[in-house]
């Protein structure tokens, strides 16, 4: 199995510019998370899919963020308008049914200037 | 918010040597992960200990959990260049689904 693939590996980018992180689950998994990676913060989850459908975006820090799931293969998790402190690596993770333990993308790491 | 702490923060120990790092959680939980995180790199699933089980072994690795003082421990024996890494504790916050990590001990094994 590939694992969870996420894509870019890195952006950089300008304040004020949209970004689009990618990511894909291991097939068969039907849980995906948003995690962001931070020195200060720690890894915070920002969203939970479950069967392509948003449970719980509690994390998610402002309306400048935003989560898809339109199939059972593909998330994107979009930040309009960027700011530097949105700086992060940014982590897909998906899960089997029933399993607790996550199986992580190896992120995307962010730079906004 | 974090529920999990891990400690020491940073341990720094020879090849050979045996490592052990700490995690302590707030509320009653179902299970608890341990999670490794090389430099640059994604986490990886190391175990799981339900909240029924005590002990825990996985190859070099043995944790321990305490449901009594809401502690948990990892032990890494014989510990190698390869095991440098920042290890995570991960327990369930309100529901299943929803891991909170702690901030991790940075473990960096020296040749």
């Known amino acids: 199995d590939a694992g969870v693939i996420q894509s870019p590996r890195h952006e950089v980018t300008e304040m004020g510019q949209e970004v689009t992180l990618r990511c894909k689950p291991i097939?068969?998994?039907?849980?995906l998370f948003w995690y962001r990676q931070t020195m200060m913060r720690g890894l915070e989850l920002l969203i939970y899919f479950n069967n392509n459908v948003p449970i719980d975006d509690s994390g998610m820090p402002e309306d400048r963020f935003s989560a898809k799931m339109p199939n059972a293969s593909f998330s994107t998790l979009k930040i309009q308008p960027s700011e530097p402190r949105d700086s992060a690596v940014y982590f897909c993770a998906s899960s089997s049914p029933g399993a607790g333990e996550l199986f992580f993308g190896e992120g995307s790491r962010l730079t906004v200037l | 918010s974090q529920q999990g702490e891990e400690d020491p923060q940073a341990l720094s120990i020879q090849e050979g040597e045996n490592a052990t790092m700490n995690c302590s959680y707030k509320t009653s939980i179902n299970n608890l992960q341990w999670y490794r995180q090389n430099s640059g790199r994604g986490l990886v699933h190391l175990i799981l200990i339900r909240s029924n089980e005590r002990e825990k072994h996985s190859g070099r690795l043995r944790v321990t959990l305490d449901t009594s003082k809401k502690s948990s421990s990892l032990l890494i024996t014989a510990s190698r260049a390869a095991d440098t890494a920042s290890y995570f504790c991960?327990?369930?916050?309100?529901?299943?689904?929803?891991?909170?990590f702690g901030a991790g001990t940075t473990v960096t094994v020296r040749a």
């Open positions: 991960a327990t369930p916050l309100v529901s299943d689904y929803k891991l909170s």
């Open positions: 097939s068969g998994h039907n849980s």
